[in-house]
C-alpha cells in the first residue's frame, strides 16, 4: 500500500548522519576528555599533596603564580569542552556541537591573537616575564611546585635569577644584607650550580656563601648569566620547534572544528529532510 512505499522512498531520499564523522568527532574528543580528566587529577592531587583542598585560603597566599592553578584551568576547559564534543556527536545534539565548535574557534583566535601581541610587544613581555621571575624568587622557599618549577628553569638554561644571581636577593633567605641569619645568606639554590660532572648525587648546598666572593670567581662555581637573556637566545635556536609545536595544535584543533562543523550541517540537512 501507499504506507509501504512511504517508508521505501523516506529511507533512500534521506541520507542520514555520516557515522564516519559521528564516530570520528567522538573519538576525538574522548581523547580531549581523557587529556582534561589527567590534568584535573594531576592538579587536584598536587593541590592535595600541598594541603590546599584542606584549606583553599592556601590559594590565595601565595604571591607568585601557582603553576597548578594553570594546569587546572586547562584540565577544567578540556574535560567540558571534550564532555560537550561527545555526548554531541552521539546523541547528534546540535546545541552541544555548536558550543563545542565556537569555543574550539575561540580558543584558536586567542591564541593567534596571543602569539602576534607577543611578538609584537616583546618589551612588555619581558617585563611580564621579569615581574613572574621576581615574585616568584621572593616566594620561592614558600611553596614546592614554585621552587621545582623556578630550579627546573634555572638547570635548564643554565641561568640564574631574572637578570643574574644577585637577584636571590629579593628572597629574605638568600638575602646578603646583615640582618638576616639563614644558613642560605649570600648564596643562591643549587640550581644556579655549574654541575660537577664526578659528583652523581646533587650537592644541595653547592650555592652557600657564593656571593660572598669577588664577583669575578663566581662563574667557576654558578651560572652567571640571568635567565631573560637565557631564553631569549633559547628561542631563536629553537624557533622552528615553536613553531612546530604551535602549528600541530593549531592543525588539531582545526580539525576539530572542521569535523563538528560538518556534522552539524549533516544533522541540519537530516532533520529538513524529516520534516
Known amino acids: 500500500g501507499p504506507a509501504s512505499q512511504k517508508m521505501h522512498y ?3 531520499s534521506n541520507a542520514e548522519v555520516s557515522c564516519w564523522y559521528k564516530y570520528l568527532l567522538f573519538s576525538y574528543n574522548i581523547v580531549f576528555w581523557l587529556a582534561g580528566v589527567v590534568f584535573l587529577g594531576v592538579g587536584l592531587w598536587a593541590w592535595s599533596e600541598k594541603g590546599v583542598l584542606s584549606d583553599l585560603t592556601k590559594v590565595t597566599r601565595l604571591h607568585g603564580i601557582d603553576p597548578v592553578v594553570l594546569v587546572l584551568m586547562v584540565g577544567v576547559v578540556m574535560f567540558t569542552l571534550g564532555f560537550a564534543g561527545c555526548v554531541g556527536a552521539l546523541r547528534e545534539n546540535i546545541c552541544l556541537l555548536k558550543f563545542f565548535c565556537g569555543t574550539i574557534v575561540l580558543i584558536f583566535f586567542l591564541e593567534l591573537a596571543v602569539a602576534v601581541l607577543a611578538f609584537l610587544f ?22 614546592i611546585d614554585l621552587q621545582n618549577l623556578i630550579d627546573s628553569l634555572q638547570k635548564a638554561n643554565q641561568c640564574c635569577g631574572a637578570y643574574g644571581p644577585e637577584d636571590w636577593d629579593l628572597n629574605i633567605y638568600f638575602n646578603c644584607s646583615g640582618a638576616s641569619y639563614s644558613r642560605e645568606k649570600c648564596g643562591v639554590p643549587f640550581s644556579c650550580c655549574v654541575p660537577d660532572p664526578a659528583q652523581k648525587v646533587v650537592n644541595t648546598q ?17 651560572f652567571t648569566k640571568g635567565c631573560i637573556q637565557a631564553l631569549e637566545g633559547w628561542l631563536p635556536r629553537n624557533i622552528y620547534i615553536v613553531a612546530g609545536v604551535f602549528i600541530a595544535i593549531s592543525l588539531l584543533q582545526i580539525f576539530g572544528i572542521f569535523l563538528a562543523k560538518t556534522l552539524i550541517s549533516d544533522i541540519e540537512a537530516v532533520k529538513a529532510g524529516h520534516h
Open 206 to 222: 653547592c650555592g652557600y656563601d657564593v656571593r660572598t666572593q669577588l664577583k669575578s670567581k663566581w662563574d667557576e662555581s654558578i
Open 10 to 12: 523516506y529511507r533512500y
Open 122 to 143: 616583546q618589551d612588555w613581555v619581558r617585563d611580564r616575564f621579569r615581574e613572574f621571575f621576581e615574585s616568584n624568587i621572593r616566594s620561592y622557599r614558600d611553596d
